[in-house]
């Protein structure tokens, strides 16, 4: 399932610098604005005691973690829905991501410019909440004028519907700064490393994410499904063919399993339980597929 958050701010908030440090992909965090133009884009593991546990229970061979998606995108400035800043570009950027994860800067460094010259998070935040409102009601202007050429078109996608998280890019001089932002936070230090785990998390749940497993001697996987999957739909993220030929799947809950001690015990206690196609797969699931 390829899902992607976008990763959204002024210049110099620290995005690129936060990009490296979750996808240790290089790209380029120079001190000026506008250093990043085209998106990069980075896959990364999302963390999980759970599929670590499944590892040893099963003693697998190989693991495969859950992943999230992440977008670099340009910083934008006031102005942007108008061109500004290389503006449209950008904004077209964070059409094509399915979340935003928006930065701002608590920290302060006279090394690092800040456009406005002065650290001010929520001034900062309405500001590019503001340009995404304005490319939205140009957007919906754009949309009314093709219509009344009676011209069939396909959904409108809103950067404002959107799921936003607001990232503070900290550091420890400022870790306790308060921040009041309108949205759900998360508090990062992307050059100590600090809080990235939290922050994927975060987004995977934004993205409206969620983990079962598969786990055996040859393999513990981690498989990413949306949040109120169906056993059928979960199945096809294995394989396409899962969903059209399935039949019962044999569920049981991680921790349920590693407290039994064997799957032949879960059996014998009867915790493995049979479920059909209408079952709405729990995160944390342990699956075993019939087809």
Not at 18 to 32: D, I, R, S, W
Not at 164 to 181: E, G, H, K
Request: contains cysteine; negative net charge; glycine residues 8%.
């Amino acid at each position: 399932m390829s899902l992607s958050i976008g990763i959204v701010g002024l210049p110099n908030v620290g995005k690129s610098t936060l990009f490296n440090a979750l996808t240790k992909k290089g790209v380029p965090a120079e001190n000026y604005p506008f250093c990043t133009i085209d998106p990069s884009v980075g896959v990364v593991a999302v963390p999980d005691e759970r599929l670590d546990q499944l590892v040893v229970f099963s003693k697998s061979i190989k693991v495969v973690p859950a992943a999230v998606e992440f977008v670099d995108i340009a910083g934008l400035v006031a102005g942007a829905s108008k061109g500004e800043g290389l503006g449209n570009q950008f904004l077209s950027h964070i059409r094509e991501v399915d979340a935003i994860a928006h930065m701002v800067r608590v920290f302060t460094d006279k090394d690092i410019i800040h456009v406005a010259n002065k650290i001010d998070p929520l001034t900062d935040a309405e500001i590019i909440n503001l340009e995404l409102e304005l490319a939205d009601e140009q957007s919906l202007a754009k949309r009314n004028e093709k219509l009344r050429k009676d011209k069939n078109l396909p959904p409108l996608q809103l950067l404002r519907d959107k799921p936003m998280l607001y990232v503070i890019n900290t550091s420890v001089a400022s870790d306790n700064a308060t921040v009041n932002l309108p949205g759900p936070t998360v508090r990062v230090d992307p050059i100590f490393g600090t809080g990235l785990d939290d922050l994927i998390t975060a987004s995977y749940k934004l993205l409206g994410l969620m983990t079962f497993f598969t786990t055996g001697e040859d393999e513990s996987r981690a498989w990413t499904v949306k949040q109120g999957s169906t056993a059928p739909e979960a199945g096809a993220a294995i394989h396409g063919d899962f969903r059209e030929r399935f039949i019962k799947a044999e569920v049981i809950n991680w921790q349920t399993l590693l407290d039994a001690g064997s799957y032949a015990k879960a059996r014998e206690q009867g915790l493995l339980r049979i479920e059909g196609k209408e079952y709405i797969v729990q995160d944390g699931d342990v699956i075993e597929f019939k087809i």
